[in-house]
């Protein structure tokens, strides 16, 4: 993740997230480069504390709010699948009608997803800063520019709900892969 959007995510003062972020990589919990990520011992840090988190929460309504999650989550796969895939073949996006009805979808689903995100930012009130990053990027699709729906490596609304979906999948101690197993693959 890049600082900018590590910022966002944490959605405090910069300049606190900055000394944190130095004080990690210190550590070695962090590792620093063109963006800033988990150590393998960071990535063990986080799984103990995220294991933490979850032994004061209710597992029944996590779950619960997750499979809301879900069902949010097929609509936008099937969404972002018509963007990427027009009649079997990569969209070349030169059917602005098509585009358009595609981009339309976004905000049904975006209502789906927001009062999922606020449910769980009741128990979890870290995820609460991704309301605002899918905001965001939604504001820029709508203000007609379009990379923001699946832009690699920036907070796309595509990369900014796959950070979303990894942060609910760990909240409810699953992983990717248990989710595949049981049909759940994004």
């Known amino acids: 993740m890049r600082e900018p959007d590590l910022m ?24 620093e480069g063109k963006t800033v990520r988990l150590s393998p011992e960071g990535r063990e840090r986080l799984n103990a504390l995220l294991a933490e988190e979850r ?3 209710d597992q029944d309504v996590l779950a619960g709010i997750y499979d809301s999650f879900r069902d ?32 339309a979808r976004l905000d049904d689903v975006h209502r789906m997803v927001r009062p999922v995100i606020d449910s769980a930012a ?36 595509h990369t900014v ?12 101690g699953l992983t990717r892969e248990d989710e595949a197993r049981a049909g759940h693959a994004s």
């Open 55 to 57: 032994s004061g929460v």
């Open 122 to 157: 009741t128990y979890l009130n870290r995820l609460k800063a991704y309301a605002d990053k899918l905001e965001s990027a939604l504001a820029k699709v709508k203000a007609g520019d379009t990379s923001w729906l699946a832009r690699p490596i920036a907070d796309s609304y």
């Open 161 to 172: 709900w796959f950070e979303l979906h990894q942060e609910f999948i760990e909240a409810s």
């Open 72 to 103: 949010a989550n097929n609509e936008f796969k099937a969404l972002i699948t018509d963007w990427q895939i027009k009649d079997g073949q990569p969209n070349a996006h030169d059917d602005l009608d098509y585009d358009a009805a595609v981009i």
């Open 8 to 31: 966002a995510t944490v959605g405090e003062d910069p300049a606190a997230v900055a000394s944190t972020l130095a004080q990690l990589i210190s550590e070695g919990l962090v590792v």
